[in-house]
């Protein structure tokens, strides 16, 4: 009997878990599952740099290309009798690809002619739109039971081969009702089996765990990586992809030079949409079902920004860098969430001390105040304007918490009067900190956009006539 674990634990590697025997298989869950998140966040990442980093526009609103993805995904492939289509897998992840791009080339011509502030209000209107109709709107309402919200039950890429093998049947008129049914059966090898081996998952019988089907969507999120990097640095690094440079900089100027711009903002705005239907494809997977929660600023587009910020625009390596940045917090904060109910768990006392600095922070806004007092002095004295700042700012901050807020909002905050840090807002506001840091000392980001000059060839009858007629100059 294979071993089931909870998806939405904690799924860091090093997390230790109660189950020695079963140890193996759940770092495999864990590490899988941190794999296809960061290969979520990084194509995210690629899609937001190409709209806004290269291109120049200013998009908050990429969740609703990313929905567009989850969303068609999900209905396409869900089965009939849960008002779904029943298509494949592959065509349907190709039609949402496809529609996402359709959409991102139809909102190029009534917006990107807007200035940058107007284009952003829109695209984070619609990422909104999208997520307040899959609330209410009864036909995106699949695989649920009754008036249920959401999308689930639909089919999951290759799972039906990674636990049955090829040639093997499922259905309700055979042995296998599910692919589930198939993992349990110790007499089928499918390439689940064939990993575990490989790996040495196995129970507390001795028997080989069929590794976690998170691992198989893990490999494809790495494959799509590497494959839509490529591809962004191929197109990126050709004529068309220093058009869009110049339109960043500066679009009337690129328009004197002949080039349609309003044109190559729709094609822009169209592949970056394709790769985030594809994200919200893998999300989807991820996901085994979702509802419309998955799709509120602070979940989404809040990180994809954060890790763009960070790592730095118009260069995917820092894409890749500022989401494993924002992808590690996510799942240490994860840790730290479970670990407050549990002193077992050896980041207890990280969470504890957190609680504590927290409660401080609360109850002794005085003290605080000075110590921000001493660091605006000490920023003034040095004649270092980034730390002069943090100072003021957090002693203005605090002062205003301190003369509007009392005991009461204390009282009517946490229950019992007890005051203890909720994780979420912890690694909401360490995030926007991180923004803010880089933002103020480092606002290229750590990989900040290299210069790039193509190479140009002369040949030697052009290199013979240029050194015949221009004396004095070295030509190289």
Same mark, same amino acid.
């Given at each position: ?15 230790? *878990? ?37 291109t120049g526009m200013v998009n908050f609103g990429l969740i609703f290309f ?27 992840? *190709? ?46 309402? !699949? ?22 093998? @090829?040639?093997?049947? *499922? ?49 494809? =999120? ?18 068309? =992809? ?15 030079? =002949? ?108 003290? !605080? ?14 004649? @270092? ?24 909002? *204390?009282d009517e905050s946490f229950t019992g009067s007890i005051v203890s840090a ?55």
């Open positions: 009997m294979a071993v089931k674990v909870n998806q939405d634990q904690v799924f860091l590697y090093w997390l230790p *878990i109660s189950n020695s025997e079963t140890m193996n298989f759940n770092k495999a869950l864990q590490v899988s599952n941190v794999l296809l998140t960061l290969s979520i966040f990084i194509l995210m990442s690629f899609s937001l740099n190409l709209h806004t980093g290269v990313v929905g567009i993805g989850a969303i068609t995904v999900g209905i396409l492939t869900a089965p009939t009798e849960v008002h779904g289509y029943a298509w494949p897998v592959l065509p349907a992840t *190709i039609v949402a690809i496809i529609l996402a791009a359709a959409f991102g080339w139809a909102l190029a011509y009534p917006t990107a002619r807007l200035r940058m502030d107007y284009f952003a209000i829109v695209t984070i209107s619609l990422g909104e739109i999208l997520r307040v109709l899959l609330a209410g709107e009864p036909l995106l309402r !699949v695989g649920s039971i009754g008036s249920a919200i959401g999308i689930s039950k639909y089919t999951l890429p290759l799972k039906q081969w990674w636990f049955c093998g @090829n040639g093997v049947a *499922i259905g309700p008129n055979t042995d296998y009702i599910s692919a589930d049914s198939c993992r349990d059966d110790l007499t089928l090898i499918g390439p689940a089996d064939k990993m575990g081996q490989l790996l040495n998952l196995t129970d507390a019988n001795g028997l080989i765990e069929p590794a976690p089907y998170m691992m198989l969507l893990a490999i494809m =999120g790495i494959i799509s990586v590497l494959a839509v990097w490529w591809l962004l640095e191929t197109i990126l690094s050709s004529p068309w =992809g220093r058009i869009l440079k110049a339109i960043r900089e500066d679009e009337e100027v690129a328009q004197h030079h =002949g080039h349609d711009v309003l044109s190559h903002k729709a094609a822009s705005l169209a592949l970056g949409a394709g790769i985030a239907g594809l994200a919200g494809a893998f999300w989807a997977w991820k996901l085994t079902g979702f509802e419309p929660s998955i799709m509120s600023p602070a979940r989404s587009t809040f990180l994809v920004w954060a890790a763009f910020i960070i790592g730095g625009k118009a260069n995917n390596k820092g894409m890749i860098v500022g989401a494993f940045i924002i992808v590690l917090m996510e799942f240490v904060f994860n840790v730290l969430v479970a670990a407050q109910g549990s002193p077992d768990l050896p980041l207890y006392t990280t969470a504890d001390r957190i609680d504590r600095l927290f409660h401080w922070l609360v109850t002794s806004q005085w003290e !605080v105040i000075k110590i921000f007092i001493v660091i605006s002095v000490m920023g003034i004295m040095i004649r @270092n304007r980034a730390i002069s700042d943090v100072g003021i700012s957090g002693i203005f901050i605090l002062l205003f918490t301190l003369l509007m807020l009392g005991q009461r909002s *204390i909720d994780m979420a807002y912890v690694k909401v506001f360490l995030i926007g900190c991180l923004m803010l840091f880089s933002l103020k000392l480092n606002s290229k980001g750590l990989i900040p956009e290299v210069p790039f000059r193509p190479k140009t060839h002369v040949n030697k009858s052009s290199r013979r006539f240029f050194s015949d007629n221009l004396k004095g100059d070295d030509i190289e």
